[in-house]
Structures are given as structure tokens and as C-alpha cells.
């Protein structure tokens, strides 16, 4: 299975790179649904890769995810016994790790520069928060803003569940 999922893949891709070379795979060759059903039910599909629908292009959707990321992350607070962004109160519904898993599963429903686009704006918010308690910090030590701090856990954790590299985080956010 994972040797067709490859050669599969490898297919797809060669068809975005020069669709006019290499066609599509065919809607009535049943062999990319059916090789998506044994690969579900033999546990080797990611569900957060998965792309479940395709729409057309949103311009302003990473702009807009962004926006709801920094809006969320005051409602959170770090707690080192869980290594865990969880809700500021007990009763709260939200917790960090399925935040993250949501906004991944979402910028996965969309082209993969609305996800680069969404990391630069992060990383802006984050440089920009930095230069700033840098900047009121001079004469003293500079102290970050929790939201700094919830964003880059965050980022962490956006790596590990979107698979994203931290060399392409990194080059958002200096380390």
C-alpha cells in the first residue's frame, strides 16, 4: 500500500507540475478512492493531511486565521506540568493542542502559501512584540508579553501536528 500511495502521489504531482504532460488520474479509474479507503482502514492516513474539501482560492483566509489565532491566545495560559497551553478558567472548552489541530486541519484545506502566509504574519506579530519590549526594556531587562510566549508555544506545536519544518518556521522568527 504505501509503495502505490507513493506512486500515486508522485502521479499528482507530476500532473501540477506540468499538467499539460501528465494528466490527472482519471474520475472513473476507481484506483485513488479505493486506495484512500485501505489506507484509512489500515491506519496508515494522517487525518490531519487529509484535504476534505477543495473551494476556490481565499485571498484573505491566512489574515483571517491569524487574526482569530492572536485573539485566542490570551484565553490561554501555559502550564509546565502538562508542557500545555489550557484555558485561563476550569470551565473552560478549549485547550491548546485541539486549537492547533483545528487550525492546521484548516490551512490544509487551502493552498500551501496561505500556510507560509500565516507563519509570516505570526512571525511578524512575534519580531514586532520582541522590538517592542526590547525596545521599553532598554534599561532594564526586556520582559515579553505572554501572548509572545503563548504564540511561540503555539508555533511549537504547529510543527509538530502540521508537520511543518523549523528551519521554515525559523525563517519567519529568528531563534
Not at 478512492?33 to 476534505?52: D, Q, R, V
Not at 484545506?109 to 512571525?123: D, M, N, P, V, W
Not at 514586532?128 to 531587562?141: D, F, L, P, Y
Amino acid at each position: 500500500l504505501d509503495a502505490l500511495n507513493a506512486a500515486l502521489l508522485m502521479d499528482v504531482q507530476a500532473h501540477y507540475r506540468d499538467p499539460a504532460g501528465h494528466p490527472y488520474p482519471s474520475n472513473v479509474n476507481p484506483l485513488l478512492s479505493e486506495l484512500g479507503e485501505f489506507l484509512e482502514s489500515t491506519g496508515k492516513a494522517n487525518p490531519l493531511n487529509k484535504i476534505y474539501i477543495t473551494t476556490e482560492p481565499l485571498d484573505a483566509i491566512a489574515l483571517i486565521v491569524f487574526l482569530y489565532v492572536t485573539a485566542t491566545l490570551p484565553s490561554f495560559v501555559y502550564d509546565p506540568r502538562l508542557d500545555e497551553l489550557v484555558h485561563t478558567t476550569k470551565r473552560g472548552n478549549l485547550d491548546g493542542r485541539p486549537f492547533v489541530a483545528g487550525v492546521v486541519t484548516l490551512l490544509r484545506q487551502a493552498h500551501s502559501s496561505h500556510t507560509r502566509k500565516f507563519l509570516s504574519y505570526i512571525g511578524q506579530f512575534v519580531r514586532a512584540s520582541m522590538a517592542e519590549a526590547e525596545e521599553a526594556g532598554r534599561k532594564n531587562v526586556a520582559v515579553y508579553s505572554v501572548e509572545v510566549a503563548h504564540a511561540v508555544i503555539f508555533l511549537d506545536m504547529f510543527c509538530f501536528y502540521g508537520g511543518a519544518r523549523r528551519e521554515d518556521v525559523e525563517s519567519f522568527i529568528p531563534p
